[in-house]
Structure formats: structure tokens, C-alpha cells
């Protein structure tokens, strides 16, 4: 997920102070009043919000189990290495490096960076010329414009699609400006623009500095913090009851029981009631899990014998008539020694993959390209590719505000209750949500609120 930084007219001139709500609230306890007495918490899903508050509590003294449902730590920071190459399904970039928690990471993990630049790109056209940069340039500034437009004559019930089409109908059916609706804002965001809220689409936070890649999988960072845990792989919790003193977790049939839980599994897994609560979960939070929505975006990895590609260029965008369909390549070949490219399917498209086959997609992918290069140029030897809407670990890429939702909604879901059952996840995090960043300081967050109430 690339995050270009537009400008937010609402945003700007704002102190740092009211821009890092998250950060300043994880202060915790200090060492000394700590007493966590034999106290034990369960930690649901070793995603990295699940593992962040799971090293912290462990540190500071708790019994901490993790239950992960599947195979490996991780969650949506998973790796697959089978072509030789690190192809990562979900996250791939770490947003806005400076002041960034992520950051600090990377060298404790033996993750290795690569710094990404959002201007070596070159998008082209469906007979494949490639657009001037005057006119990519007017066209940036006119998008950036009009998400601003949109932004203060977005309402709360209305998409951001019907603001758009009403405040610019030329625009609406133009190829490049779908091109820069999903490859910008609905992979920013997650949401297809037919869902997303006009008035809170981007209203969350983001870190300075021109976004790094991660190069050997961003697994690296997740298998760190997981060091030295009691984690339960293989191990999908379907009940909490947490009408008595103890919290009972019911996972794989058995049962655990816990002093305190913290939920991290996504909110695509809480949408579908994969998870029975008992008592049922408060009004006001199941509102929040029924009115907020999980985007999709899919990625597909293609490799080569040989590059045909401009080899020095990071990005190659590509404006057909579907939006979000295959119209953004990351060269992968930039920054490893893989000739493959990446490519992304967003918003509805991303769905629509899911029932194509491997050969549907490859076929749809080089149209494309040859569109570009030439006819000649050869079919990948290999493809990888996600299918984020169906999995069921996640049921979705990331969460984003759809019309209907406010703000609001993101806090009700980071609420804790009856200080027992506690709520971590990119989700839960207002300001950074959908992103590593977001996640992993939610998980601190939960901590810090266990920590607080010794
Ligand atoms: C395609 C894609 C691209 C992305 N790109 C970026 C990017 O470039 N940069 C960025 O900052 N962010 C990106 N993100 C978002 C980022 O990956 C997530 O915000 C972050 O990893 C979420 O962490 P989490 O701990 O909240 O959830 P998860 O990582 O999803 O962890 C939740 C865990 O809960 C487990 N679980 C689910 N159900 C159960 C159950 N019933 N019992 C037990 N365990 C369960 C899951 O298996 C999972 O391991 C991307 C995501 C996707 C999908």
C-alpha cells in the first residue's frame, strides 16, 4: 500500500500535539508499581497488535498466552518465499519512516529497507503511450484539489463516489482520474469509492518522510517480536465467556481461562461473528463492528526469465477502463535481483479477482502489458497471488470508514469491557488504522490498559 501524501486542508497547521493522540496516551506504568501477581492474559491472534501487547505485558511480569489460528505468527505481515523472492501478501511498506515506531524495528529484526520514491513512476496510456509529466503533474494537483473538495462537501451518509460524481461528472468517467481514485485513495484507504465515506475517507494520521519497502519480507519484524512467547499455533478461539470473575476462552474445543483477553483479530473476523461473546458485546460496539467496513485489495506477484521493463523506474501505472483493475506495478526488480513485477487489484476489482483463475488472471495482466511493451513479450514462468476478501482469518485487507460511519466509530471499537475483555487491531486505532504502525501501537495501547489497572 503506497500512502501519497496529499495535502488535508482541514489538517494543516495543526500542532504535533493533537496529531499523536496514540502515542501520547501509551505512557504506561512505571516498573516499580508493577505487580502483575500470577495475573494472566490471553492474547487472541499474533498479529503484530496481538504480539506487541504480548511481548509488553510479558516483559513487565504477566502469564501471557498468544492463540493464532493459523500456521505462523504474523496475521497480514506474511511472507512467501517459495519463488526465492520475498513476495509479502499483505503489508510490503512502512508508511511515513520518520518518528515511525516501525522504524525502530527494522534493524532489531534483520529486516532490510529499501527507500521507495513516489515520482519514479511512468503511467501509461491504453495504447501505450506514456503520459507527460506536465499533464500527470496538473492531473496530481486537480485530484489533490478535489479530495478536498470532496472533504468539505462530503456528508456522513453520503460515498464518496456520489460527491465526486456530482462535483466533477466530467472527471468521474476519465481514465486517468480512475487510475488515480483506486491506485491513490482506494488502495490508500481500502474502501472502493462507491463505499467510502466522503467526509471521513482520510481523516487519520500519517508519519513524515518518503515510505521504505521491506526487501526480505516483513515477517521479520513479526518473527522478532514473537521471540521468547508462549505462542498456541493452529489454535481459532470461537467463544469468550466473560460473565464471571475469570474470562473462559474456548478455542479448538478446550477451554482457557484467563484474568484478562485482548481480542486482535481483525475486524473482518468480528464482522462475521466468528468469535461468540457471552454476555453479547455492548450495543454501541457491535454498532461500531456492523457500521465500519473491510476493504480489499489483492497483490500478484509475476516472474520472468528476463526483464522487458524499464528496469530503472520503482512504479509503472497503467490507466485502463476498469478501475482497480491490474493499473499499478511495482518493479520489484528495483530493489532484489527477481525479474518480477507486482501488481494490484483494488476496491471491487479486488473481490472480482478471487473467482478468476491463474490463467484469467495472467491473461488480463499481459493484455496490459503488451499494451505497453509489445506483443512479443513473453508470459511470467510463476505467479503468486492473494485472495484477502475470502480468507478467513481476516475476511479483507484492511478497515476504512465507509458512509454511514464517523470517526467516532473507530474509538467505540478500541473500547474495553467490564475492564476484562480488551480490543486491539489496526482497527481499533483512529488515527493509524489500516496500516503495521497502527496495529502495532494499538497493541501497546491494550497493554498500557492492563498495566493501568494494577
Ligand atoms: C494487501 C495488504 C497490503 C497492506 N499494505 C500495507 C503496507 O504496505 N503498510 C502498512 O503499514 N500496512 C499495510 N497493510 C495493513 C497491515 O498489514 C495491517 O494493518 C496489520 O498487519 C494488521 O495487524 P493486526 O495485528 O491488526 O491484524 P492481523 O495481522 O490480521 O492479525 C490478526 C491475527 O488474528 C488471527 N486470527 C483471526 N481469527 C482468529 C481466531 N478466531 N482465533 C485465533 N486467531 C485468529 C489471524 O490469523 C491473524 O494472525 C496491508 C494489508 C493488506 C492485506
Not at 506487541?52 to 498466552?65: D, M, P, Q, Y
Not at 478446550?254 to 464482522?271: F, R
Not at 505497453?372 to 485487507?397: E, F, H, M, V
Request: net charge negative.
Amino acid at each position: 500500500m503506497q500512502r501519497r501524501k496529499f495535502i488535508k486542508d482541514t489538517l494543516t497547521g495543526l500542532p504535533l500535539l493533537f496529531l499523536t493522540p496514540t502515542l501520547l496516551a501509551s505512557c504506561g506504568k512505571d516498573d516499580e508499581n508493577i505487580n502483575p501477581n500470577g495475573k494472566t492474559v490471553v492474547v487472541i491472534g499474533g498479529g503484530i497488535s496481538g504480539l506487541a501487547a504480548a511481548k509488553k505485558l510479558k516483559e513487565k511480569g504477566f502469564t501471557v498466552i498468544v492463540l493464532e489460528a493459523q500456521e505462523k505468527v504474523g496475521g497480514r505481515m506474511r511472507t512467501d518465499r517459495s519463488l526465492g523472492v520475498a513476495f509479502d501478501e499483505g503489508a510490503s511498506w512502512i508508511h511515513g519512516p520518520n518518528g515511525n515506531p516501525i522504524t525502530n524495528l527494522v534493524s532489531q529484526s534483520g529486516a532490510n529497507t529499501f527507500l521507495t520514491s513516489d515520482d519514479s513512476v511512468e503511467v501509461f496510456d491504453t495504447n501505450g503511450t506514456a503520459y507527460s509529466d506536465t499533464v500527470l503533474t496538473n492531473a496530481e494537483n486537480q485530484f489533490e484539489s478535489a479530495l478536498n473538495a470532496v472533504r468539505n462537501a462530503g456528508t456522513q451518509t453520503q460515498s464518496f463516489q456520489s460527491v465526486f460524481n456530482s462535483l466533477y461528472p466530467t472527471q468521474a468517467n476519465n481514465r486517468l482520474w480512475k487510475y488515480m481514485l483506486s491506485a491513490f485513495l482506494e488502495f490508500n484507504t481500502g474502501g472502493d469509492i462507491s463505499k467510502l465515506s466522503s467526509k471521513f475517507f482520510d481523516d487519520d494520521e500519517e508519519y513524515n518522510g518518503e515510505d521504505v519497502i521491506i526487501t526480505n519480507g516483513y515477517d521479520k519484524i513479526t518473527d522478532f517480536l514473537a521471540q521468547g512467547l508462549d505462542i498456541r499455533l493452529n489454535t481459532r478461539v470461537t467463544g469468550i465467556d466473560y460473565s464471571n470473575t475469570k474470562v473462559n476462552i474456548t478455542a479448538n474445543g478446550s477451554n482457557i481461562e484467563a484474568d484478562y483477553v485482548i481480542v486482535s483479530v481483525p475486524l473482518g473476523v468480528l464482522k462475521n461473528n466468528a468469535i461468540t461473546f457471552a454476555p453479547a458485546l455492548p450495543a454501541d460496539k457491535i454498532s461500531a463492528i456492523t457500521k465500519t467496513n473491510m476493504g480489499n485489495v489483492n497483490k500478484f506477484l509475476l516472474v520472468w526469465n528476463t526483464a522487458f521493463w524499464d528496469t530503472n523506474l520503482q512504479y509503472i501505472g497503467y490507466t485502463p477502463d476498469t478501475k482497480g483493475k491490474f493499473n499499478y506495478f511495482l518493479n520489484v526488480k528495483k530493489f532484489t535481483p527477481a525479474n518480477a513485477l507486482m501488481t494490484f487489484a483494488f476496491g471491487d476489482y479486488a473481490t472480482t479477482t478471487e473467482s478468476m483463475s491463474d490463467n484469467d488472471i495472467v491473461n488480463e495482466i499481459m493484455l496490459h502489458l503488451k499494451s505497453i511493451y509489445g506483443n512479443s513479450i513473453p508470459n511470467p514462468t510463476n505467479l503468486l497471488r492473494t485472495k484477502w476478501g475470502q480468507n478467513i482469518n481476516s475476511y479483507g485487507a484492511y478497515s476504512y470508514a465507509t458512509n454511514g460511519t464517523t470517526t467516532a466509530d473507530f474509538d467505540t471499537l478500541a473500547k474495553s469491557v467490564n475492564s476484562r475483555v480488551f480490543f486491539a487491531g489496526e482497527h481499533t486505532n483512529r488515527e493509524y488504522r489500516g496500516t503495521v504502525h497502527g496495529a502495532y501501537l494499538s497493541g501497546l495501547r491494550e497493554a498500557d490498559k492492563i498495566i493501568d489497572l494494577l
